[in-house]
């Protein structure tokens, strides 16, 4: 009788594990029925741990252009998906040439999933880095460098100079208007050459006066630059130098504190830059090219995260895809004529009618047909 007892008790306590486990069973199943199977939780991990980031050409971060406008790119990218900076995303900052290599290595011991070089000088050091690290995406900005982990980022800045020469043409009161590079380069020449063939579009007449800083990160030199051109009665100054530009403006507002009722302005580049020209009460910017970098890094960003990294491929924004755009933030020195007329010739462009020249000889049988 009492064994009896005992084997039922064990009975008992067994049917109870066995009715507690399968409670345990059911609770994952419910979890799972819920959504929470993992693949929500797997998902989430997955943009956690994708980190971006980029290194910076000679200008800095802080540019106030070309390096600025890339930063804010993938700012937005980080806003967009939660990710926190310095972790999720973030960048290096390049003092000089020699830098390159070094901080793209440290980018990718960082075990970054993409990184940016943002200029074309890191060409030749991404193109080195990036096939020594197959696993890595890398993105090359303003050059064309192959490979199948190297997405090509280019912009029709020819396009965008054009249609800003016109701006400057129609401003002008000297007949005389300025262009200011940095570096002397197939890319700034893709600038100027628009530059030269927008003004030339409604008067060749005026005279373009050409110079080169040299360097991006050389404000000094700018203002000389600058200086020297509107002492020559030249009165709109377009540049393409990154930080050099920031010289430009300060010496476009150096005048205008001395002389309020003289005109001199300044054509803004890559993000408008209507901020660096305003002084007192007025501004001198009369508008900006706008490169939409920030737009192109943000979209290949967003491609890398979502397994579709346009690898060996170059990809061109110009004014159709909304890469190249005018700024009209300076309603008062930037008028409806000068608008309308803008428009027009963007029309123009996309249609075919015009074929905007992106180099010396292109700029040269372009003048001709005049």
Same mark, same amino acid.
């Given at each position: 009788?009492?064994?009896?007892?005992l084997?039922?008790?064990?009975g008992?306590?067994?049917?109870?594990?066995l009715?507690?486990?399968?409670?345990?069973?059911?609770d994952?199943?419910?979890?799972?029925?819920?959504?929470?199977?993992?693949?929500?939780?797997k998902?989430s +991990? /997955?943009?956690?741990?994708? *980190?971006?980031?980029?290194?910076?050409d #000679?200008? %800095? =971060?802080?540019?106030?252009?070309f390096?600025?406008s890339?930063w804010?790119?993938?700012?937005?990218?980080?806003?967009e998906h939660?990710?926190?900076?310095?972790v999720?995303y973030d960048?290096?900052?390049s003092d000089?040439?020699?830098d390159?290599?070094?901080?793209l290595?440290?980018?990718?011991?960082?075990?970054f999933?993409?990184?940016f070089?943002?200029?074309?000088?890191?060409?030749?050091?991404?193109d080195?880095?990036?096939s020594q690290?197959?696993?890595?995406?890398f993105?090359?900005v303003?050059?064309?460098?192959?490979g199948d982990?190297i997405?090509?980022?280019t912009?029709?800045?020819?396009?965008?100079?054009?249609?800003?020469g016109?701006?400057a043409?129609?401003?002008?009161?000297?007949?005389?208007?300025?262009?200011?590079?940095? +570096? /002397?380069?197939?890319l700034? *020449?893709?600038?100027e050459?628009?530059f #030269?063939? %927008? =003004?030339?579009?409604?008067?060749?007449?005026i005279?373009?006066?050409?110079?080169?800083?040299e360097?991006?990160?050389a404000p000094?030199?700018?203002?000389a630059?600058?200086?020297?051109?509107?002492?020559?009665d030249?009165?709109v100054?377009?540049?393409?130098?990154?930080?050099?530009?920031n010289?430009?403006?300060?010496?476009?507002?150096?005048?205008k504190?001395?002389?309020?009722?003289?005109?001199?302005?300044v054509?803004g580049?890559?993000r408008d830059?209507?901020d660096?020209?305003?002084?007192?009460d007025?501004?001198v910017t009369?508008?900006?090219?706008?490169?939409?970098v920030?737009?192109?890094v943000q979209?290949?960003s967003n491609?890398?995260?979502?397994?579709e990294?346009p690898g060996?491929?170059?990809l061109t924004?110009?004014?159709? +895809? /909304?890469?190249?755009?005018?700024?009209d933030?300076?309603e008062?020195?930037?008028?409806?004529e000068?608008?309308?007329a803008v428009?027009?010739w963007k029309?123009?462009?996309?249609n075919?009618?015009?074929?905007v020249p992106?180099?010396d000889e292109?700029?040269?049988t372009?003048?001709?047909?005049l």
């Amino acid at each position: 009788m009492k064994k009896n007892r005992l084997l039922l008790l064990f009975g008992l306590l067994l049917s109870a594990v066995l009715v507690l486990s399968a409670c345990g069973g059911s609770d994952d199943t419910d979890k799972k029925d819920e959504g929470t199977d993992g693949s929500d939780e797997k998902a989430s +991990e /997955e943009t956690t741990d994708f *980190k971006v980031s980029m290194v910076t050409d #000679v200008g %800095g =971060v802080d540019d106030k252009s070309f390096n600025q406008s890339s930063w804010e790119g993938l700012e937005a990218f980080g806003e967009e998906h939660g990710l926190e900076e310095k972790v999720g995303y973030d960048y290096a900052q390049s003092d000089q040439d020699a830098d390159f290599l070094p901080n793209l290595n440290r980018l990718v011991k960082q075990d970054f999933n993409l990184i940016f070089g943002v200029g074309f000088k890191l060409a030749e050091a991404l193109d080195e880095v990036a096939s020594q690290n197959p696993d890595t995406h890398f993105a090359i900005v303003d050059s064309v460098v192959e490979g199948d982990n190297i997405a090509s980022i280019t912009f029709a800045e020819h396009q965008g100079s054009f249609l800003v020469g016109v701006a400057a043409a129609m401003k002008s009161e000297t007949g005389k208007v300025g262009f200011i590079g940095g +570096e /002397e380069s197939d890319l700034i *020449k893709k600038f100027e050459a628009g530059f #030269v063939a %927008g =003004v030339a579009s409604v008067d060749p007449e005026i005279k373009v006066e050409v110079d080169y800083a040299e360097s991006f990160a050389a404000p000094d030199k700018g203002k000389a630059i600058a200086a020297n051109m509107y002492n020559n009665d030249v009165d709109v100054i377009y540049h393409s130098s990154g930080a050099t530009g920031n010289g430009v403006f300060a010496q476009a507002k150096d005048i205008k504190n001395g002389d309020p009722d003289r005109n001199v302005w300044v054509i803004g580049v890559d993000r408008d830059q209507h901020d660096e020209g305003a002084i007192n009460d007025t501004n001198v910017t009369l508008t900006s090219m706008i490169k939409r970098v920030d737009t192109a890094v943000q979209t290949v960003s967003n491609q890398a995260l979502n397994g579709e990294f346009p690898g060996g491929e170059i990809l061109t924004f110009g004014i159709e +895809e /909304e890469g190249i755009g005018v700024a009209d933030t300076n309603e008062e020195a930037y008028t409806d004529e000068i608008d309308t007329a803008v428009q027009d010739w963007k029309e123009k462009i996309l249609n075919g009618d015009v074929a905007v020249p992106s180099t010396d000889e292109e700029l040269k049988t372009y003048l001709e047909a005049l």
